[in-house]
């Protein structure tokens, strides 16, 4: 039985998504523009480069929201070429800001 804060999370309609993106997708402020689409819509969690060249990205919130950030990062900033994204369901962890790792 959930109480307390788990049964909000899975209760309030917020979701959480790990997306990986894969292409040219580092050194051309994808981070800080995927910073910028999240926090216009409310939503939670952080995005990091990866050593291995990708952009991976922990979103949190309103399924529409993270949807929109989701379409953003399919394409990315100007000086992207995405080739591919991966995308992982998560269970919500009740994050609020979001922030550049």
């Known amino acids: 039985m959930l109480v307390g804060a788990a049964w909000h999370r ?9 997306v990986i993106v894969k292409g ?29 060249g990708t952009v ?3 979103l949190e919130g309103d399924p529409d929201a ?6 953003w990062m399919r394409v990315g900033p100007s000086g992207a070429l995405v080739t591919g994204v ?12 979001f922030r550049i790792r």
């Open 10 to 18: 899975q209760n309030s309609g917020m979701i959480r998504r790990r």
């Open 24 to 52: 040219h997708v580092q050194g051309v402020f994808f981070r800080q523009g995927c910073q910028r689409q999240a926090v216009a819509r409310g939503v939670g969690g952080w995005v990091r480069n990866n050593p291995d």
């Open 56 to 58: 991976e990205a922990a």
């Open 66 to 71: 993270i949807e929109a950030v989701v379409s």
């Open 86 to 97: 991966n995308i992982i369901d998560e269970a919500p962890l009740a994050e609020q800001t």
